[in-house]
């Protein structure tokens, strides 16, 4: 069956030239956004009854803009002045061009890993008596507190923002040829919203292994994988399946 419509389970891309922009022009095909899930923020009271004190830590560990956004929010909200002496580790370079919205870049120390966090262990360890905040979401891959234990730095999470399943009631009677996953909570948010839900015809793109096992184990046949070394990103390996089958 040809491709016609497309359901991206995430917010619209801010950038005109966005990669989906291309291929719905390309290919003369209808492209909706609509995320999945949603964050929430989590007050001060929340952060203390986590026996979170900002005041006790040296340096920051950031791992994406939502972790940046929320830990900035609450320092305002619980009235924590950011010392200037405070030294950031971002998990990358768009974690880290980010982190500009809130701090002066050039005046503050700030250490970038080249493709994750465990990049700059040698950085860590440099700094190894020093204490470090790890704000995080209420989900959290075990990868990185895993890898901060293995170095044995003194680190504590704080959970400043909860990941929420986000009201879909009004997409019950729409169809789209392929659905598109980024998530394993945009897997579980499909069936929190239509636990009746039958794929049928659709058919269903996921990104990323974890991705992919919740997928299988909802019974969700996957028609479209990325990436792969043919195709590294989402909309390259949608286009190369349309171009199969709208022949």
Aim: with cysteine.
């Amino acid at each position: 069956m040809k491709v016609k419509t497309i359901l991206v389970s995430q917010p619209e891309p801010t950038s005109a030239k966005s990669p989906y922009s291309r291929l719905r022009e390309k290919h003369k095909l209808t492209v909706s956004f609509r995320p999945f899930i949603h964050v929430e923020g989590l007050t001060g009271k929340d952060v203390r009854l986590q026996k979170i004190d900002f005041n006790n830590f040296e340096n920051i560990i950031l791992t994406s803009r939502n972790a940046v956004d929320h830990f900035f929010r609450l320092c305002k909200e619980m009235r924590f002045n950011v010392p200037d002496s405070t030294k950031y580790f971002c998990q990358s370079e768009a974690v880290a061009y980010y982190l500009q919205k809130y701090v002066v870049y050039r005046k503050r120390k700030i250490y970038v890993g080249e493709r994750s966090i465990k990049d700059l262990e040698a950085t860590f360890k440099k700094f190894g008596k020093e204490t470090y905040l790890f704000p995080t979401s209420d989900l959290l891959k075990p990868e990185i507190p895993e890898f901060l234990d293995k170095i044995k730095i003194n680190w504590n999470r704080a959970i400043l923002y909860r990941t929420v399943v986000s009201d879909l009631s009004d997409l019950r009677d729409v169809y789209y040829d392929i659905l598109v996953f980024f998530s394993p909570s945009g897997i579980e948010s499909l069936f929190k919203n239509f636990p009746d839900f039958e794929q049928n015809n659709m058919r269903i793109a996921v990104y990323g292994n974890s991705t992919t096992k919740a997928a299988e184990d909802a019974g969700l046949k996957i028609n479209i994988k990325a990436p792969t070394p043919e195709t590294p990103s989402m909309t390259m390996a949608i286009e190369k399946y349309i171009e199969e089958v709208n022949k």
